[in-house]
């Protein structure tokens, strides 16, 4: 046999699409030519193919060597081809003899030593084998990732482990997928570490319950970013179709450990991020910090040193749950519904009003200040709340507040409310649900709407943050004192 065929995976985003691998040996010169639009890393395959093969103990097919990646227009690129192209050299020269191999799929680099090394979206691949119902051959340390997603997974460390295994002089067993993790906070912080703030830990839950946006104002040193840490850890676990989709995405980047497969995740990128790295991007798209946060909590904190541009590439996913990235060869959608949670000090000195600390010009250099962040970016997060500094009594006081535990229960019991009425959480309710839920408060809501000059959206998510309060009162309609406590959190964080 001169010819062989053996399949792969190329990723598009967080998509798999097969890649079909042949391997000619024909007549002429000794060569290696490789075709079907490999990038620069995929081109020096050949390389390590070759120094692979001589390592491992087998002989280069003295002939012109031709691999094809089909489909030649689709973009390829990393070390993910350099398995089948090995195995395809040896099954068209009868090295292996006589193999079936429809049924299998390759995903590997080759160190020069014969060795299997990692490779990254891994996962997307093996969601995708296991839907064809294929065994996929990827290297050992990407075992417990491939046997995740259901597929019958060969994990191996060496080309020749593998071709022992082909020939049947020795067997590999089918790797087996790692122990399901529990439903637990993953050791997150708890919430009863927080000395006072009673209100902030109110809206934190209220946050938890609906999977609101969240803006918090205060002074340094107020709790902001300890208040964000201990969110996760009120968040019920995820399901495993979610918990694979997420970690499916990571998979592009970096995979995630399997004891966190089942935590939301809990990104926080520094205000020097571009906004490159918050979307996502490159030549070839990969996923920014917000799709990294899918399903889980992006924290922003010191909101407005971001850069005004790279916070305003926000509004789009916070409404839709997408990012779509185009480039001039490929468009690709990666999913993006995370719940931000942002931080802020009210001024650049961070003590507005403060008769002892502030800088003393209070309303200039502030209204600048928070003016960097703007209307359209404020009136999607549905939660804005001042958080006051502790005072030394209460800070080196006894602890005062119920441990995250606690609050995670009554969550989780609001969620199952939402999840048994409407089939998804509040904050994805459309308007037309949100008014028939009002009843008699229509027109006490007009009048609001016109005093507190809220526009549509504002009004919309203020009613979203009410259906949850009154969720976690276990009310079945929405009353007035849920509205009063939820237009309370509308308030204008510019100061008069």
């Keep these: 046999m001169s010819i062989a065929l053996l399949h792969s995976r190329a990723t598009l985003g967080i998509r ?94 080759l160190a020069l030593s014969g060795a299997l090394s990692p490779v990254p979206a891994v996962l997307p691949g093996a969601l995708a084998a296991a839907r064809d119902g294929h065994t996929l051959v990827v290297p050992a340390a990407n075992g417990d990732e491939a046997a995740l997603a259901g597929a019958d997974t060969l994990a191996v460390n060496s080309l020749t482990e593998l071709c022992a295994h082909l020939k049947g002089d020795t067997r590999l067993p089918l790797h087996a997928p790692p122990a399901s993790p529990g439903d637990d906070t993953g050791g997150a912080p708890c919430l009863s570490q927080i000395r006072g703030q009673p209100a902030a830990k109110r809206v934190l839950e209220i946050a938890a319950a609906g999977g609101h946006s969240l803006l918090m104002s205060g002074p340094p040193g107020a709790g902001k970013s300890m208040l964000a840490s201990r969110l996760p850890g009120l968040l019920p676990p995820l399901d495993r ?20 497969f089942l935590q939301p995740p809990y990104r926080a990128p520094h205000h020097t991020a571009s906004a490159a790295a918050l979307v996502g991007g490159g030549g070839r798209p990969r996923p920014g910090e917000i799709s990294l946060a899918h399903e889980g909590v992006l924290f922003l904190d010191e909101m407005p040193e971001f850069q005004p541009r790279v916070l305003e590439v926000l509004r789009e996913p916070l409404e839709t749950g997408e990012v779509h990235i185009a480039r001039a060869a490929q468009q690709v959608t990666f999913p993006a519904r995370f719940q931000l949670v942002a931080a802020m000090n009210p001024c650049p000195c961070g003590y507005l009003g403060d008769p002892e600390k502030s800088c003393g010009y209070e309303c200039e250099k502030a209204k600048r200040y928070q003016r960097r962040l703007s209307g359209p970016l404020l009136d999607r997060i549905d939660l804005h709340l001042e958080v006051p500094a502790v005072s030394p009594d209460t800070l080196l006081g006894a602890a005062d507040g119920e441990p995250s535990r606690r609050v995670r229960e009554r969550v989780l019991a609001a969620r199952a409310c939402q999840l048994h009425r409407q089939g998804r959480l509040n904050r994805e309710l459309d308007a037309e649900r949100l008014m028939e839920a009002l009843g008699p408060h229509k027109a006490w809501l007009t009048g609001v709407m016109e005093r507190l000059e809220l526009s549509a959206r504002a009004l919309h998510r203020s009613l979203r943050v009410a259906r949850t309060i009154a969720d976690l009162a276990g009310s079945e309609v929405i009353r007035r004192e849920h509205l009063r406590e939820a237009l309370s959190y509308r308030q204008n964080l510019l100061k008069p």
Excluded at 20 to 45: C, K, N, Q, W, Y
Excluded at 56 to 78: E, H, S, Y
Excluded at 247 to 259: D, E, T, V
Aim: charged share 25%; glycine share 12%; proline share 8%.
């Design 16 to 109: 798999a699409i097969p890649v079909r691998v042949e391997i000619h040996l024909g007549p002429g010169l000794p060569g290696f030519t490789m075709v079907g639009l490999p990038d620069t890393a995929v081109r020096e395959s050949k390389d390590r193919v070759r120094s692979a093969l001589i390592n491992g103990g087998f002989r280069i097919p003295q002939q012109r060597i031709t691999v094809n990646l089909a489909p030649a227009d689709l973009p390829k690129d990393g070390g993910r081809f350099d398995l089948p192209i090995a195995v395809g050299i040896l099954l068209a020269s009868g090295q292996l003899g006589r193999v079936d191999l429809k049924d299998m799929e390759w995903i590997g680099e």
């Design 241 to 260: 179709e979610r918990a694979l989709e997420v970690a499916a995405i990571h998979s592009l980047r970096h995979a995630r450990p399997a004891g966190a």
